[in-house]
């Protein structure tokens, strides 16, 4: 147990993941880190046990240690982070409606994964949501992240149903969030999007966006076209952020495997545009599932439900 993480522990953490991963499931090798986040991961689980979900007044809380990469969900993600939990989030619902738990992987039993799944709309009838709250941290000019990504249930379907959508969020990013009067609200979104019904592919899509008097607009928005995410089948992502402006800013999304492939390179506002005195990255959800009514209930219709698994997260940032 990790009670006091120096930097040699740190060391010996990032050595023992790499190790695993390397002789596992050869999928977070090393790869080049273009913007300078080279510190090693401060986040590295593979949910294997002992990582637990405990009950938190209707949230999930990550918890315990992970005793294969050694990394503790509570000293350890506090001392890396500034963050005191890494919550599963639902806003309401029952577990009838939607789920979060720690399984085995669907296709390589006896390696732990976290599953989400989405039964039916939990947030008032409107739309889905599961997702993890790294909030609250130091604030991060940089991170970079790496995640194994599962597409199960329901995502056959989407991608060969007569149907086109753009708000299925994996990933969102909040600089800054827009439920705290903060002046300045600010996000980045990655979706698993299909935009034409004769093509049968799910891809990614982002965008930055302002939030004004109750709306969201884009600042900007890129597709990732002609590169389509498979499903029933693992797929390492990489996320990398730079806080910035025009010209600075940076938000970059790669698949490690399978097909390495640089899928959404944005060098554009990481922050409101108007924030004079931007202070880094306090607040994401580093994997979600967050849909709407419509697609949830389109596939209950159809006898399934929506389900993402994840794995191997690592994660590291630069304080401001
Ligand atoms: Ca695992
Ligand atoms: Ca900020």
Redesign the pocket.
């Known amino acids: 147990m990790y009670l006091h993480a120096t930097q040699a522990d740190r060391c010996l953490r990032g050595l023992t993941l790499a190790l695993l991963v390397c002789c596992?499931?050869n999928t977070l090798d090393a790869a080049s880190q273009d913007i300078g986040v080279d510190a090693g991961p401060v986040i590295a689980?593979?949910?294997?046990p002992n990582t637990a979900l405990l009950d938190r007044s209707g949230s999930l809380v990550l918890s315990g240690t992970d005793l294969?990469s050694g990394f503790d969900w509570a000293q350890d993600l506090e001392a890396a982070t500034g963050a005191q939990r890494v919550t599963i989030q639902f806003q309401g619902g029952t577990d009838q409606q939607r789920r979060a738990w720690l399984t085995d992987?669907p296709v390589q039993r006896g390696?732990?994964?976290i599953c989400f799944e989405l039964r039916e709309p939990n947030v008032g009838g409107q739309k889905g949501r599961v997702q993890a709250n790294l909030y609250d941290t130091f604030g991060f000019s940089r991170f970079s992240q790496r995640i194994?990504l599962y597409l199960g249930d329901g995502f056959s379907e989407l991608r060969d149903a007569n149907v086109t959508f753009d708000w299925l969020t994996l990933f969102e990013l909040w600089n800054n969030p827009n439920w705290t009067d903060d002046p300045w609200p600010f996000r980045i979104s990655v979706n698993l999007i299909r935009q034409d019904p004769d093509r049968h592919e799910l891809v990614l899509g982002a965008h930055g966006q302002t939030y004004t008097d109750g709306r969201w607009e884009n600042v900007w928005e890129v597709i990732a076209t002609d590169q389509p995410i498979a499903v029933e089948t693992w797929t390492a992502l990489e996320l990398e952020f730079v806080e910035g402006n025009a010209s600075t800013g940076r938000f970059v999304v790669r698949r490690i495997e399978p097909a390495a492939a640089t899928l959404l390179d944005v060098t554009n506002w990481t922050h409101h545009p108007d924030d004079a005195n931007p202070d880094g990255l306090t607040h994401l959800n580093p994997f979600k599932l967050y849909t709407s009514a419509e697609l949830i209930n389109g596939l209950h219709d159809l006898g399934t439900s929506l389900s993402v698994c994840w794995?191997?997260w690592q994660f590291e940032a630069v304080p401001r």
């Not at 689980?45 to 294997?48: A, I, L, M, T, V």
């Open positions: 596992g499931c689980s593979g949910f294997e294969q992987d390696n732990r994964t194994r794995d191997d």
